[in-house]
Nanobody
Framework: QVQLVESGGGLVQAGGSLRLSCAAS????????MGWFRQAPGKEREFVAA????????HYADSVKGRFTISRDNAKNTVYLQMNGLKPEDTALYYC??????????????????WGQGTQVTVSS
């Protein structure tokens, strides 16, 4: 099990940027694949991006491809989501999640065992 704490959310104008961080506790962080998901009010949780344990395999949702970048620093037990070119439709509560099968990158929330509490991102038009 790994404990996750997200930070870096906030209010930004359309076209702006934010960098989310997700700090993990425990010495096994480097064995986990990590994902970012988001949930807007009245909508289901949706996949944003995922990275495998080494960082060598990455996958993005089509809606964020070319604008968002996921990365990780295993020495710091942290995964990041750099968000550029933000749009009002990116407004949501953003969660990071840990998948114990470190070699894969999955879009399915059910495959992630541990979740953070979320950080709010609000993009004004």
């Amino acid at each position: 099990q790994v404990q996750l704490v997200e930070s870096g959310g906030g209010l930004v104008q359309a076209g702006g940027s934010l960098r989310l961080s997700c700090a993990a506790s425990g010495r096994t962080f480097s064995s986990y694949a990590m994902g970012w998901f988001r949930q807007a009010p009245g909508k289901e949780r949706e996949f944003v991006a995922a990275i495998n344990k080494s960082g060598g395999q990455i996958h993005y949702a089509d809606s964020v491809k070319g604008r968002f970048t996921i990365s990780r620093d295993n020495a710091k037990n942290t995964v990041y989501l750099q968000m550029n070119g933000l749009k009002p439709e990116d407004t949501a509560l953003y969660y990071c999640a840990a998948d114990p099968v470190g070699l894969r990158v999955s879009i399915h929330a059910g495959l992630y065992d541990d979740w953070g509490q979320g950080t709010q991102v609000t993009v004004s038009s």
